[in-house]
C-alpha cells in the first residue's frame, strides 16, 4: 500500500516568510510525528499526534513552529518568520500503536532551504 | 533524559568485510530499539527492531542483539556488500510516550 507522503518535496524561501509543510500519514494510522533533520543536530522530534490531538509537544524549537492534524489524517507543520536555522529536512513518520504497531514509517521528507 | 550514542564514522570497509556498529543507550525501563538506514537520496528505512531484553533483529543479514545488561544495541553483519553503503541510525523509543531518540549516525561506505 501507499507509504507516507510529504509535499512539497523542496521548499525554498526567503527569511521571514511563512511555510506549510504536509504530510500524508499510512492510512489507518492513529499516530504521526515531525522531525527534523540538520547537519547540526542530527535527527530531532518535534511534536506527536494521536489522532488529532498533541500529547506531546516538547520538540518544537520556539513559538514560531505549530503544527496541527485534522480528521485523523493529514497534518500540516507551520513555521513562521522563518530564520536561517530552520533550514534542515522536515520528516514526518506514522505508526499504529493502539493495534501493536509501534514501528514508524517515514515519508521522504521536505528539504526546506531558507535564504 | 533519553540518549543513544553511536560511533559516528565514517567507516569504509571492502566488500565482503565484517562490519560492526557499536550502539549504547541511556534511558529508564524498558526501551525499544531500533536500527534505521538511510540509503543515498532516499528516506529512512526501518532495518530491524528489538522490543525486549536478549531479543535479536535480523534483516538483510544485518543483525543486533537488545543487551540489557550493557545497555547496548551493536549492528553487525558477516559480509558487506557494495549497496549496503548508506547512513545507519541507532534509536530508542519509550511506550510512553512513543516518541524516537535517535544515534547521531554512522556513513558506511563499501568499496568493490
Known amino acids: 500500500g501507499a507509504g507516507v507522503s510529504q509535499s512539497p518535496s523542496n521548499k525554498v524561501t526567503e527569511k521571514g516568510k511563512d511555510v506549510e509543510l504536509r504530510c500524508d500519514p499510512i492510512?489507518?494510522?492513529?499516530?504521526l510525528y515531525w522531525y527534523r533533520q540538520s547537519l547540526g543536530q542530527g535527527l530531532e522530534f518535534l511534536i506527536y499526534?494521536?489522532?488529532?490531538?498533541?500529547?506531546?509537544k516538547s520538540g518544537l524549537p520556539s513559538d514560531r513552529f505549530s503544527a496541527e492534524r485534522t480528521g485523523g489524517s493529514v497534518s500540516t507543520l507551520t513555521i513562521q518568520r522563518t530564520q536561517q536555522e530552520d533550514s534542515a529536512v522536515y520528516l514526518c513518520?506514522?505508526?499504529?500503536?493502539?493495534?501493536?504497531?509501534?514501528?514508524?514509517?517515514f515519508g521522504p521528507g521536505t528539504r526546506l532551504l531558507v535564504l | 533524559g533519553d540518549s543513544v550514542t553511536q560511533m559516528e564514522g565514517p567507516v569504509t570497509l571492502s566488500e565482503e568485510a565484517f562490519l560492526t556498529i557499536n550502539c549504547t543507550y541511556t534511558?529508564?525501563?524498558?526501551?525499544?530499539l531500533f536500527w534505521y538506514v538511510q540509503y543515498p537520496g532516499e528516506g529512512l528505512q526501518l532495518l530491524l527492531k528489538a522490543t525486549k531484553a536478549d531479543d535479536k533483529g535480523s534483516n538483510k543479514g544485518f543483525e543486533a542483539t537488545y543487551r540489557k545488561e550493557t545497555t547496548s544495541f551493536h549492528l553487525e553483519k558477516g559480509s558487506v556488500q557494495v549497496s549496503d553503503s548508506a547512513v545507519y541510525f541507532c534509536a530508542l523509543m519509550r511506550r510512553s510516550n512513543y516518541k524516537l531518540t535517535f544515534g547521531k549516525g554512522t556513513l558506511l561506505t563499501v568499496n568493490p
Open positions: 492510512s489507518g494510522h492513529t499516530a
Open positions: 499526534f494521536q489522532g488529532n490531538s498533541a500529547p506531546d
Open positions: 513518520a506514522s505508526s499504529s500503536p493502539s493495534s501493536g504497531e509501534e514501528t514508524q514509517y
Open positions: 534511558a529508564t525501563g524498558y526501551p525499544s
